[in-house]
C-alpha cells in the first residue's frame, strides 16, 4: 500500500503539522487528522523508486539464485549472459 503524506490545514490556510498514512490507492483523501479531527490536506511528495544501489540485492549471484536471468549488451548486436540459465550469447543478427 502507498504511503501519502497529509498536512494539517492552519485557520488561515497554510500548513501546519505533517504525518504519513498507509492507505490503498482506491481509498478516499482523508478530510480530517484520524486524532485530533483537524482539518488536513494530502500533500504531494515526488514517489519514492528503488534504485539500484543495493549491489547485494541485484548481485549476479543473488539473481540466479532467485530464478533471474540476466544479460548485458557486449557490442555488435549481441548479449552475454551475466546470470541464471538460458543460451550464453544472444546474437540480434
Do not use: C
Not at 504525518?19 to 483523501?29: G, L, N, R, S
Amino acid at each position: 500500500m502507498p504511503t501519502y503524506v497529509y498536512a494539517t490545514v492552519n485557520d488561515d490556510g497554510s500548513f501546519g503539522d505533517t504525518f504519513e498514512v498507509f492507505q490503498k490507492m482506491t481509498d478516499d483523501a482523508l478530510v480530517t487528522h484520524p486524532v485530533t479531527g483537524a482539518k488536513v490536506q494530502r500533500v504531494p511528495v515526488a514517489p519514492q523508486v528503488q534504485t539500484t544501489t543495493d549491489k547485494g540485492r541485484f548481485s549476479n549471484k543473488n539473481l540466479a539464485r532467485l530464478g533471474f536471468t540476466k544479460y548485458e549488451r557486449a557490442g555488435d548486436g549481441h548479449m552475454e549472459k551475466k546470470a541464471g540459465k538460458g543460451p550464453d550469447v544472444i546474437s540480434g543478427n
